[in-house]
Structures are given as C-alpha cells and as structure tokens.
C-alpha cells in the first residue's frame, strides 16, 4: 500500500512512517518542516499542504490511503496561523483525496475536542457535541477541522474516511501536549480539583493508526490506551511536583515562575476530566494498547 502522510516530520508521524514502512509499505511524507534524516525509501517532500506543490505531489504519486497529522497546536502557532493551517489545510487535503483517487483517509484529532465542562458526561462517545470552541476558545480551529473531516463521509463517499479522537500521547520523545504540560518540575492544579486525564503510549497510538489503516476503518472513532488516572497520580508518577492554586491565581503563573506556558483558557482542561469512550474504535479494529498506564507513565518519567 502506498501512504502519504501529512505532517511527517512530527514525532508521532516520524514513528508511524517509521512502522509503516518496515513492513513494507511504500511512504510518502509532505510537511513545510524537515526530516534530513529520513531512513531510506521515505520520501520527503518538503512543501505547505495548502499549496500547489502539495496537490502534485498528489497527482504524480496516487497514493491509496492518506494520514492527514499536519495540525498545529497553540504550543506552536498564533490562532490566525492555526486557523489557515488546521481548517485550510485539511479542507485542501480531502480536496486531494477525491480528486486524485485516494481510497482511505485519516484525519488524527484530538479528545479535547470534546471540551472540558462540569456538567460534561464522564465518558464521552462518538455522538457527543463538540464544546471545546466555547469552552476552549484555542481549540476552536481544530474543532472546525474534525467537523469537516466528518463532512468528508457523506461529501466524499468514495473516500473512505475515519475521523480517529486520540487522548494525549505520552513517551520517551517528550513530545505533544500532555508532556508540554508535565514539562516542568512543578505542574500547576486548581485548588480543590484533580481530575482524571486520559493519555496512551507513543507506541500504541501508532499502533492505534495502523490498525485503522488496515482495517479500512469508516467513521468518528474516539482512541484510547489504558484506564486514566487523576492528575496528582499522574504528577507524583512522572516525578513532579503538583502545585495547587487558586482558581484566579492559575491564569497569572503560566509560562511563569518554571510553569508550562498555557492558554488562560486551558484552566477548565484542568479543572474537569475529558474522558472519552473507545468501544466502537476496539471493536472496528480489534486494537488493544500494549502498555498499561504505569508503563506510560514510566517511559516519559525515565526517557
């Protein structure tokens, strides 16, 4: 199977490019940032998804099955810039898949989507709505790009596409939200709140990609590894330090005092769990993580 995934020189694409081609796929990566050191037969072509150069890659190469990951964060770009990047760039990648003959496609978002209310279910499925670009105002371009990669299903039919909303990843690259926020020696809690949080194993959630390559998954799928655990475990187990505050003093520390750098929003994300149901994703493709919470927890700790 040829594969062509966006966003190939993060570290989660890196991985998943990685396994996909030692089992012998044929991999084709697209992304603005470099990968000099991309083993042989990945090739690389070092261009915008929005662009034109982008769609002929598309054109020349036909892939079977597209991973769209080239989303962004608001660790590493201003809304405007995310809005261009996630909502453009996924609306000119399925643009792509239909014309060129793509047979599957992925979008890879993310559970927080779901956004975090108090008066949210505890286990949120498939059917849920979307509250993350009210609660979570940063989020919102990312909730705007899972919306239209959904559209894709009844828009493109002849695509078979799967919207996959993976919990944060955690591992030894230190990289991705969770491990941002867990960065320091000190992580910041509300006072009189320690919610659950939700995580999988780098290795799993590559895993978890593959097993929907595979098996042809269609449809909005939530991903998850093991069971969660509240946030002051998930501190004392990664070798941290929680560190409560009052609810109006949290906002005024961050990217402060050795404290991650957050929106003053994500204040709710660590108030109130987000804690989705993947039954449905278990079921499609028979996943299952290899590595319990403990493991995770570990591999980031001694990474």
């Not at 050191?37 to 769609?55: C, H, L, S, T, Y």
């Amino acid at each position: 199977m040829k594969v062509l995934i966006t966003g190939i020189s993060g570290s989660l694409a890196r991985g998943l490019a990685t396994r996909l081609a030692s089992a012998g796929h044929t991999v084709i990566g697209i992304d603005r940032r470099p990968w000099p050191d991309a083993p042989r037969g990945i090739d690389v072509f070092r261009v915008d998804v929005r662009k034109r150069p982008a769609e002929d890659v598309f054109r020349t190469h036909r892939p079977d099955a597209v991973v769209h990951m080239a989303t962004v964060t608001y660790f590493t770009a201003r809304r405007d810039e995310r809005t261009r990047i996630n909502l453009g760039g996924t609306q000119a990648v399925w643009h792509h898949c239909a014309r060129y003959g793509v047979k599957q496609a992925l979008f890879i978002g993310r559970h927080t989507v779901y956004g975090a209310a108090p008066d949210a279910p505890l286990y949120r499925t498939e059917d849920e709505p979307l509250l993350a670009g009210t609660t979570f105002p940063d989020l919102a371009d990312l909730v705007a790009a899972d919306l239209w990669a959904g559209n894709a299903l009844w828009r493109s039919p002849d695509v078979r596409t799967a919207v996959l909303r993976m919990v944060y990843t955690l591992g030894p690259s230190r990289r991705g939200t969770l491990a941002s926020y867990l960065g320091g020696a000190r992580v910041p809690m509300v006072l009189g709140y320690d919610p659950l949080f939700q995580f999988m194993h780098e290795h799993d959630a590559i895993s978890a990609i593959v097993a929907a390559l595979e098996h042809q998954a269609h449809g909005m799928f939530n991903v998850a590894g093991p069971q969660p655990v509240p946030l002051s475990f998930l501190c004392r187990a990664t070798g941290r330090t929680a560190v409560p505050l009052p609810g109006p003093v949290f906002p005024r520390v961050l990217g402060r005092l050795g404290f991650p750098r957050m929106p003053s929003a994500s204040i709710n994300h660590v108030k109130y769990p987000i804690v989705v149901d993947d039954a449905a994703f278990r079921a499609a493709t028979g996943f299952a993580p290899e590595y319990d919470e403990s493991k995770t927890m570990d591999a980031f700790r001694w990474a």
